[in-house]
């Protein structure tokens, strides 16, 4: 499965142009399958309708645990590293996972959990939210994970978008020196979703939390429930390839998350595909992906893609920055990791404490680096390849959306010459295009446009749950057959790609991605705000600020309180991970005749470029502007 020079890439990448669906099955011939195809793929990006391997049965869990026992079930799969560095650490073998994933599979079906139930999970990064996913998988139920930054309210959308049934989450969860209440969080979501039955609670604070009788039960009495009725192994449900694995909810350029939708069959062969390639992971190699499984990059490249190529995977609890800026390398010389899996904004941020950090950090395990969540500038590049990579290390910029299930543009690993700050080349089988604004085509190189994907790949969203019209609109009418990304793209004389960022209102903050229709939404249901408009700013460590310009006639005079409660109400309406850093209160927005507020306008005061900002003539008070630029923080 693994391409190994690029004149074998050159070839894989051409047949899986030329011959998409003989490509794709000999690649989906590396798994396991309760039945085979009938046809490989039907599609088309106008309703949107895609299928793979349609009539194929399988069970994404028999190819991420079972099928490894035999050879491999002494291998450890997780190697967890919890938040405090003097708490020990857990090693969890293929087989070891595998009977707690059957166990948990077996609780949630004593708990009425069947095929097809939503099933809600809010929980820290421990071990049992791999489980908890993975028994989801096991039995059939679609998973819907929510990072544990979002807030009650936050929860509550995701719940009743999905219509859960029953909820996973912890007592509480630690983060550096903080605790966070997870519990107490569902219990506020909770009385606002009457769906919920059931919601079971791992102990990991021990925090004091309310159960509720006949609906919280703890997952450790749970468990011994099924230990006592010695119900071990728990049958793999056999799922249609096209049956909905899971559902992430994502932030768009309008109105509220979308529940975007993966399908078992499709999935798990482009995760594993793109893991086994991009970085050309060996047997017996540790590799340590960064992210949280709240994302995708968590669901694709830390639970099921790597699982299913038999990986040893690092997964930790904590924060980069506690008990101290060393803690990622300390992880990577404890564990001997070989392959780390970060993004920018954590390593602009371990930059920013200076070399003296990493002395005598054993770093020399490392063979293989990787980057993902927002486009990596050249500094911060050069820091990870030279201080992190001693020069040594190819390092994977892998370009890719939630939507997308996988990697998409990226080097691979060792076999790809790579370009600072470049995603450089698609993998095999996906066949991107850049567009103009009116959607024609800009061939050839040393261009920038619209990017596109132009035909269907295995790990591609189906649809946005419950509403497949809002996937139609959202990413298949801006331009007519094609699949629409939201981001801005360069390439270079030599074919390479470079993301510039997005062309939508999406912000990337710290690698997390806040629609600013959203964060105005919040803004706006604070009491003494009239109307708000919010941009991004470049940040030297998030990547992105979040500036909000505010019309505020009731701040009573009072503005530096004013700002704590807009950004409580942020926080209380979307979470921590949505606050602005900047609020800048104004008397009018810029707006065109016609009432649409021009944001370019303010993305440039934001972005403290106010030498030229365009034409204002058709703004309904030009004055306003004025007013806004002279105020800017
Ligand atoms: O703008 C791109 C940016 O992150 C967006 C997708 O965000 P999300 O769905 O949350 O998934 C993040 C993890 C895959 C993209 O539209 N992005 C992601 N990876 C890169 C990137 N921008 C530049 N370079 C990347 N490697």
Redesign the pocket.
Known sequence: MQVKTFEEYQQAYTKSVEQPEQFWEEIANHFQWKKKWDKVLEWNFKEPNVKWFQGATLNITENCLDRHLEKNGDTPAIIWEPNDPTEDHRVLTYKQLHDKVCQFANVLKNNGAKKGDRICIYMPMVPELAIAVLACARIGAVHSVVFGGFSAQSIADRIKDAECNIVITADGSYRGTKEVPLKSVIDDALVQCPSIKRVIVLTRSRTPVSMIKGRDVWWEDEIKKVETQGNVECPAEEMDAEDMLFILY?SGSTGKPKGVVHTCGGYMVYTGYTFSNAFQYQPGEIYFCTADIG???GHSYIAYGPLSQGATVVMFEGIPTWPNAGRFWDIVEKFKVNILYTAPTAIRSLMSFGDDVLKGKDLSSLTKLG??????NEEAWHWFDEKIGHGNCPIV???????TGGFMISPIAGVTKTKPGY?SLPLPGVQPILVDENGKEIEGNGVNGNLCIKFPWPGMLRTTYGDHERCRTTYFTAYENLYF???GCLRDEDGYYR?T??VDD?L?VS???IGTAEVENAINMHSSVVESAVVGYPHDIKGQGVYAFVVSPGKHGNEELTRKDIIMTVSRIIGPIAKPDKIQFVTGLPKTRSGKIMRRILRKIAEGDTGNLGDTSTLLDPAVVEEIKNGAL
């Open positions: 994502t994302w995708i990059t980057s993902v969540g927002e486009p990596i910029d892998t370009w890719w959306q939630t939507e995603a990304t939201g981001d993301i960022g997005r999406v990337n690698g997390h991605r």
